[in-house]
């Protein structure tokens, strides 16, 4: 794509900018896709524009917990290319956490002062809440790979850069242990950037250990849902999942009359829909639900079991770093609904009791609900 036409692209851009920050005019169609604009709208109620820099974590804190990790040990498979990529194509390159905390960079002699500039360094801290629409919290926000391109950052300082982000996914338990973004200056832009960033995170994914199973069946409920088993990530449907819940929160077990008021309350399901949505569970789970009474037969674990502990235990950080959002949003259960409203609650009284407002920031990255608590915790300070 040539120079004049990457400038006409930037500057429909910055009209589109304008007339989001003047709240004048309607936003053309095709100048700023939608995934950008909703990242301009809730940074907005993060920072204001005129902001500069990202803020910065403890640098020598960071290094020692980068060195240590599994995520630098698959990077290191990665790393002369990325070196390679970062030096030819004048980029800098870099690893995030999933709370959007630089641990590792390496630049060109041409990013490089650009980057320190603006504290794209190890420790800078770039997730939306901090620094707004950027490639590293778009793409925690979204999951996914992401180009945020020149205006389309909310940051003046960086309105220069192209960026290249994607999540980097453990291919066993489906989680995202970080993102790996490369960015250089909006006029080096390629189209290719953001499918070679992918690949790099894809391969860096590749060399992750294998996770240790916490237990038989892990049932991760909290934000987005995930069931292991033995190790490995099976689709389940919200309303076998909900069954498995349920069944982890009465490790007794239940009669069938209970199960079913647990589940369907006074909506008018027959047993025998409930029996079949048990036997697909059981068929799921290897035959490890026993029955008269209805139970779990092998060791689970459950984030919506473990946050309780961590509250109990006055572990504030475990707390926050299980909370990724509601008990299964979508689930009408009255038992689940009465959970997730008493989770909800521990959280809010958590942030509540919390001083630590570094922390505070930092659990922004664990997902957009976390977030939205997090936000409402420190009301106005965020913008400054």
């Known amino acids: 794509m040539s120079v004049r036409t990457l400038s006409q692209r930037r500057t429909a851009i910055d009209t589109q900018w304008d007339c989001f920050l003047t709240g004048s005019g309607r936003t053309e169609k095709d100048s700023v896709n939608k995934d950008i604009m909703a990242s301009w709208q809730r940074s907005a109620q993060y920072i204001q524009p005129h902001t500069n820099l990202a803020p910065i974590a403890d640098e020598y804190s960071l290094k020692h917990t980068w060195q240590g990790s599994d995520l630098c040990q698959a990077t290191l498979a990665e790393q002369a290319n990325m070196n390679q990529l970062v030096n030819e194509g004048e980029m800098v390159a870099a690893i995030a956490d999933t709370s959007g905390r630089l641990l590792w960079t390496a630049a060109s002699k041409h990013m490089r002062p650009r980057a320190e500039s603006v504290n794209f360094t190890e420790g800078g801290i770039w997730d939306e809440s901090s620094v707004g629409t950027n490639a590293v919290g ?42 790996l973004d490369m960015s250089t200056t909006w006029q080096h832009y390629t189209p290719m950037g953001q499918a070679a960033v992918a690949g790099i995170a894809q391969s860096i994914s590749a060399h992750l250990p294998c996770a240790a199973p916490r237990a038989e069946i892990e049932i991760h409920a909290l934000g987005q849902p995930r069931v292991i088993y033995q190790g490995e990530p099976i ?27 647990s589940l369907y309350g006074d909506a008018k399901v027959s047993m025998s829909t409930l029996k079949a949505e048990l036997s697909h569970l059981r068929s799921r789970l290897g035959g490890h639900i026993g029955s008269r009474p209805y139970r779990l037969t092998v060791p689970f674990w459950a984030d919506f079991l473990q946050i309780w502990k961590a509250h109990e235990a006055s572990l504030t950080t475990e707390f926050m770093d299980l909370y990724r959002g509601p008990l299964l949003i979508n689930s009408d259960s009255p038992e689940l609904e009465e959970w997730r ?19 505070l920031v930092n659990r922004m990255g664990a997902g957009r609900i976390a977030g939205e608590l997090v936000r409402n915790r420190l009301g106005g300070d965020l913008s400054h």
Request: charged share 15%.
């Open 341 to 359: 409203s008493c989770i909800d609650a521990l959280a809010y009284k958590t942030l509540d009791k919390a001083v630590d407002t570094v922390m």
């Open 138 to 179: 778009l793409s925690l926000a979204l999951s996914r790979p992401v180009t945020v391109f020149s205006s389309e950052h909310f940051l003046p300082s960086i309105r220069e850069w192209v960026c290249y982000a994607a999540p980097i996914i453990h291919p066993q338990t489906l989680e995202c242990v970080g993102v």
């Open 235 to 261: 689709p389940m449907p919200l309303r076998q999942l909900e069954i498995l819940c349920l069944l982890a929160l009465n490790p007794e077990g239940l009669t069938l009359n209970q199960l079913h008021a």
